[in-house]
């Protein structure tokens, strides 16, 4: 997906009002022509915490929506295109990088977007499917060509 948008203009999150559809904002993700996104983004609904990626361009960007859509931190350069998991309890998020030999599982702090953890899984390509949380701080990560069981420190 990296360098293949076909978009001119960029990706935006967009927000509407579930009580009032016309109190509509939206917020372009990477600000870069040419996004593109394969999954939905990520809401912590008890922090007020969505976050957004583009992965055509390896942007990945979060805001607070409390009536409108507050930037908190954006990590350029990071590849993520699969799902993601929310770990409440933590605050932590469980994405994929792809760019830096291969693909990575990472784990970021929601809040700061702060990388707490990274593993290289191998992937050979960037990874758009559907990782399993496990019972005890593990994830099972499906990437493109392979599988694995990661561990939350």
Not at 4 to 20: A, E, K, Q
Not at 50 to 64: C, E, I
Request: net charge neutral; proline share 5%; glycine share 14%.
């Amino acid at each position: 997906m990296i360098g293949r948008g076909v978009s001119h203009t960029p990706n935006r999150l967009i927000r509407v009002n579930l009580s009032d559809c016309t109190d509509v904002e939206t917020a372009e993700v990477s600000g870069i022509p040419g996004g593109t996104i394969t999954n939905p983004p990520l809401v912590d609904e008890g922090r007020r915490i969505v976050v957004g990626y583009d992965s055509a361009n390896r942007v990945l960007r979060a805001w607070v929506f409390d009536g409108g859509l507050r930037h908190l931190w954006r990590r350029n350069d990071f590849g993520a295109a699969s799902h993601m998991i929310c770990l409440p309890d933590s605050g932590e998020i469980v994405t994929n990088d792809f760019g830096r030999g291969g693909e990575h599982v990472v784990v970021l702090d929601i809040e700061t977007g702060a990388e707490k953890g990274r593993a290289r899984i191998g992937g050979f390509t960037q990874g758009v499917v559907f990782p399993s949380p496990g019972w005890s701080r593990d994830i099972y990560w499906s990437a493109m060509s392979r599988f694995g069981r990661v561990f939350v420190g």
